[in-house]
């Protein structure tokens, strides 16, 4: 055992230091290999960044109240006599002067160029009661100030400043027929809410034509646990039949949808590059095994077995994959990792967010290389440890 062994890493060592020699095909496989990781983790960190966005917006002590069956906020309708009926629902938190901690708002979709392209999007502008911002975790305003109740006055989220143009504090911006003064930048923990534009509920509704009805309802709960009593009481209540739900399973839902889209893109296409990176592979590892094979057959002859040769060949596959896998992953770092992007969310609005990637990505990043690295290596590996010493020596 000891033997075979010593055996295993001294045709180990032989084949590593000799990669040097077929130095162009070498490289050719850990650029192929490189290119995969980075086209795999490009999606990948897509993804997570936009699930971070969205799925980050939302806390188990906040409700969120849709019409039955609705997906997104744009899709549902709620009444101003089903408001008042939540208002008095079990496990609504009040505050210090007795009335309920809940923000009735309307979520309508806008026109914004984009500074990159220049070309429209969608954006969405949010009508928000007079919790609408306490009941959002980190909202701060960085310029300018809160807009003011009554006002055709504005605050646009810093993710949406920083994507598209024309919205600078002080700024006048056209929605429709009406004009809107933008009056303040603000922050919400780098959250979902930070691509959005805020303004006064009732003067949305005006100017909307939409008097009598929101969207949806945010409501503070006086413990997590409550969600369930005010669920219950909703379904009871003919009048009422809505959906409620935890702000945090919402955007749950909401972010999982785009992410799981965007890795079904990401997969198929690294797997198909993984294939021509595969056919590299085992073309340099073919080489290798017969430029080596009069020093295969050499030490065949004086007493090695074949399984070192088919170790030491495996060993070598797997060291250019490795290369390739940690030089993709560190190009995909540098290039991608904390690009601002936007793409289209469930409510068909503009999200903005940052590439973002992670320990456990780079980790599949150079699963996948490896993979590559061990099929590219197998057969090359099978023919060396099964070449016939005479024939080794004639090559």
Known sequence: MRSLLLQVMAVTSINLR?????????LSTVIAVALVVIVLLAFLAMANGFQRTIAGAGTDDIAIVLRAGSQAEINSTVSRDQVRLIEDG?????????????????YLVVDGLKRSTRTKANLPLRGTG?????????????SGRMFSRGSNEVVVGKALLREFEGFEPGSTVSFGATRWTVVGVFEAGGSVFESEIWADLPVVQSLFNRNNIVQTV???LTAPAALSALRTYSDKDPRLKLDVKSEAAYFAEQASKTSDLIQKLGWPLAIAMALGALAGALNTMYSSVAARATEIATLRAIGFGGFPAFVGTLAESLSLAAIGGLLGAAAT??????????????????VVFDFKLSGWLIAEGVGLALVVGLVGGLFPAIRAARMPIVAGLYA
């Open 333 to 350: 770092y540098l290039i991608f990792d904390g690009v601002t992007a936007s793409t289209l969310g469930g409510n068909f609005t503009q």
């Open 218 to 220: 945010r409501a503070r």
């Open 90 to 106: 079990p496990g609504i938190a009040r505050g210090s002067d007795g009335k309920p901690l809940i923000s009735p708002e309307l």
């Open 130 to 142: 007079e919790q609408g911002a306490t009941l959002r975790k980190g909202v701060a305003i960085t």
């Open 18 to 26: 000799s990669m040097g020699q077929r130095r162009w095909l070498s």
